[in-house]
């Protein structure tokens, strides 16, 4: 026999009629939404609330502000053609194909203008359910992610749609386990994406090494390609290898080896002339690019003189690692 914690989801998103009614409350697993990403008053809302959206209209308008502390995902259950927008920026304008995904990190406001039928199963996910530690590239390229594909996605998806009420809580609460577990991974199944053109490419590379003492955020990089942040990151990676605050904090420890062979400057001195706000920071994250800390890579080039290293164009094949956090 269920709990009551267990049961404690309301109405399945599809038009009413007499079995609905005869359905209790408790029994629900999908939430009712009363507009786009508009959950019925009533519904219990848990740190994952798993919703339905359904619209027959030809063309309509949305928006919404992800709540605070959640991210949003939306899986398509049928093909649609969607148009998605920020303050102007065109995140997505396209076909949709069943299947496809697509996340809106905390207290990030989103317009979605649909043509044609549409169908989706909506996730609400509390951040707890993922990396507390998350650099701030990482998080910054969760929001507005669009997989055009994701077979995994659209399997438990279409599953837990066609079982409906029968899924019970604890599978359709699995299922956002999983989706939650999946985006939080290194690398993601993405779209093929073209590479940054050259022309951005260097106005991007000129401003990191003008600024590159002080934080730079990925919007404020995006802005100087004149793309959104989605289509940057992902257009910065394909032409370079690198994550685009990966790049920003290999280019700081170059700067740090010419101070270091060139100079007797303290390390906390150093580390502080090429951006990071702590000199443990910095260690940590020569060690990481170097593979030696910064004092036993300055006593070593000292006897041996090696020409300091330019950044390579491809990021070297180390996917796997992440820097934590970010430099101030």
Same mark, same amino acid.
């Given at each position: 026999?269920?709990?009551?914690?267990?049961?404690?989801?309301?109405?399945?998103?599809?038009?009413?009629?007499?079995?609905?009614?005869?359905?209790?409350?408790?029994?629900?697993?999908?939430?009712?939404?009363?507009?786009?990403?508009?959950?019925? =008053?009533?519904?219990?809302?848990?740190?994952?609330?798993?919703?339905?959206?359904?619209? =027959?209209?030809?063309?309509?308008?949305?928006?919404?502000?992800?709540?605070?502390?959640?991210? +949003?995902?939306?899986?398509?259950?049928?093909?649609?053609?969607?148009?998605?927008?920020?303050?102007?920026?065109?995140? +997505?304008?396209?076909?949709?194909?069943?299947?496809?995904?697509?996340?809106?990190?905390?207290?990030?406001?989103?317009?979605?203008?649909?043509?044609?039928?549409?169908?989706?199963?909506?996730?609400?996910?509390?951040?707890?359910?993922?990396?507390?530690?998350?650099?701030?590239?990482?998080?910054?390229?969760?929001?507005?992610?669009?997989?055009?594909?994701?077979?995994?996605?659209?399997?438990?998806?279409?599953?837990?749609?066609?079982?409906?009420?029968?899924?019970?809580?604890?599978?359709?609460?699995?299922?956002?386990?999983?989706?939650?577990?999946?985006?939080?991974?290194?690398?993601?199944?993405?779209?093929?994406?073209?590479?940054?053109?050259?022309?951005?490419?260097?106005?991007?590379?000129?401003?990191?090494?003008?600024?590159?003492?002080?934080?730079?955020?990925?919007?404020?990089?995006?802005?100087?390609?004149?793309?959104?942040?989605?289509?940057?990151?992902?257009?910065?990676?394909?032409?370079?290898?690198?994550?685009?605050?990966?790049?920003?904090?290999?280019?700081?420890?170059?700067?740090?080896?010419?101070?270091?062979?060139?100079?007797?400057?303290?390390?906390?001195?150093?580390?502080?002339?090429?951006?990071?706000?702590?000199?443990?920071?910095?260690?940590?994250?020569?060690?990481?690019?170097?593979?030696?800390?910064?004092?036993?890579?300055?006593?070593?080039?000292?006897?041996?003189?090696?020409?300091?290293?330019?950044?390579?164009?491809?990021?070297?094949?180390?996917?796997?690692?992440? +820097?934590?956090?970010?430099?101030?």
């Amino acid at each position: 026999m269920l709990t009551e914690s267990q049961t404690a989801y309301t109405w399945i998103d599809r038009p009413a009629g007499p079995r609905d009614q005869e359905i209790p409350r408790a029994t629900q697993v999908i939430a009712r939404e009363d507009g786009w990403r508009q959950i019925a =008053s009533g519904s219990k809302i848990e740190d994952i609330t798993i919703s339905r959206w359904e619209d =027959s209209r030809d063309t309509k308008w949305h928006e919404a502000t992800t709540p605070d502390g959640r991210y +949003f995902v939306a899986i398509a259950l049928k093909t649609t053609r969607a148009k998605l927008t920020r303050e102007r920026q065109i995140i +997505f304008d396209g076909t949709m194909p069943s299947g496809t995904l697509y996340v809106s990190a905390p207290s990030r406001q989103l317009s979605a203008q649909f043509q044609g039928p549409c169908d989706f199963l909506h996730f609400h996910i509390s951040a707890d359910h993922f990396p507390a530690r998350w650099s701030l590239d990482a998080a910054e390229e969760l929001d507005d992610l669009v997989l055009l594909r994701d077979p995994l996605a659209a399997g438990l998806t279409k599953a837990l749609a066609e079982q409906g009420d029968a899924a019970g809580h604890q599978f359709a609460r699995s299922i956002g386990e999983i989706l939650a577990m999946r985006l939080a991974r290194p690398e993601l199944p993405r779209a093929k994406v073209n590479a940054l053109p050259k022309w951005r490419l260097r106005r991007v590379e000129q401003h990191i090494a003008a600024h590159f003492e002080r934080s730079i955020s990925l919007s404020e990089l995006a802005g100087i390609a004149g793309l959104s942040r989605m289509h940057f990151a992902a257009q910065f990676r394909a032409a370079t290898g690198y994550r685009p605050r990966e790049y920003l904090l290999n280019h700081r420890i170059e700067q740090a080896k010419s101070m270091l062979m060139a100079s007797e400057r303290p390390l906390a001195e150093i580390a502080l002339a090429v951006g990071f706000s702590t000199q443990a920071h910095f260690s940590t994250v020569f060690k990481r690019v170097s593979g030696q800390t910064p004092a036993r890579w300055r006593a070593a080039s000292r006897n041996q003189r090696p020409d300091v290293e330019t950044l390579p164009r491809r990021r070297p094949s180390w996917d796997g690692d992440r +820097f934590a956090g970010s430099a101030a």
